[in-house]
C-alpha cells in the first residue's frame, strides 16, 4: 500500500519542476495549451483540477474562490448578466496565447520571476482582419516543498483592451464584488 501512494505522489508534483522555475512555467503552459481553449474566465472545477498541480496554493484557493463568487451572482441574478471575468485569465490577450517561449527567470530562495514571449495567431475563420499578436507577461512562482509553482501572472502587453495588473488582483475583485 505505501509504494502505490509513493508513485501517486511522485505522479502528481513532476520532479522536473522541484528546482528550475523555467521547467515549472513550461509545465503550466503544458496544463494552459490544452485547456484554455474549453472555457474562458474563470475556469471550472474539472479545469481547476488539471491546473492544480501546477499552481500554488494560494492561487488554487484564490480561482475556487472566484468561482464561487461568480456562481453565487449567477445565481442571484438568475443568469441575467454576464459572468464577471470573461476571455482569457492567464494571458494579457482575450483571446489567449497560442503558443509561448519562457525567458529569463530571476530567482531567490522562495520566489521567482520569470518573462515568457507569447504568441496568438488568429484561426483561418477569423477573416484576414484579424491579426497575430506577440506580447510578454511575467509569470510569478512560489517555491513549495512539491517545487515550484505558479502563483500569480503580471499582465505586462498593455493592450487597450487586455488585462491589465496581475491575475491575482481580477480574482480578488470577482470575490469582492460577490460575497
Not at 468561482?67 to 464577471?84: F, G
Not at 503558443?99 to 527567470?105: I, L, N, S, Y
Not at 515568457?116 to 484561426?123: D, I, K
Request: contains cysteine; neutral net charge; hydrophobic residues 45%.
Amino acid at each position: 500500500m505505501r509504494y502505490l501512494v509513493f508513485a501517486f505522489v511522485c505522479l502528481a508534483a513532476p520532479a522536473f519542476a522541484a528546482g528550475d522555475p523555467a521547467a515549472a512555467v513550461n509545465a503550466f503552459y503544458d496544463v494552459y495549451a490544452g485547456q484554455h481553449a474549453q472555457g474562458v474566465g474563470i475556469p471550472d472545477a474539472t479545469v481547476r483540477l488539471r491546473f492544480q498541480p501546477v499552481l500554488s496554493p494560494r492561487l488554487n484557493k484564490e480561482l475556487a474562490d472566484a468561482a464561487s463568487a461568480q456562481a453565487r451572482l449567477t445565481a442571484k441574478v438568475k443568469n441575467a448578466v454576464p459572468p464577471v471575468l470573461e476571455g482569457d485569465i492567464f494571458s494579457s490577450l482575450f483571446e489567449g496565447a497560442g503558443a509561448w517561449k519562457v525567458g529569463t527567470c530571476e530567482t531567490s530562495t522562495k520566489t521567482a520571476r520569470c518573462s515568457v514571449a507569447l504568441n496568438y495567431a488568429p484561426p483561418p475563420a477569423a477573416g484576414p482582419k484579424a491579426k497575430p499578436a506577440n506580447w510578454n507577461d511575467t509569470v510569478l512562482l512560489v517555491n513549495t516543498p512539491q517545487g515550484w509553482k505558479v502563483d500569480d501572472v503580471v499582465y505586462d502587453a498593455g493592450f487597450a483592451f487586455g488585462n491589465t495588473g496581475k491575475l491575482s488582483e481580477m480574482l480578488s475583485m470577482v470575490i469582492a464584488t460577490n460575497p
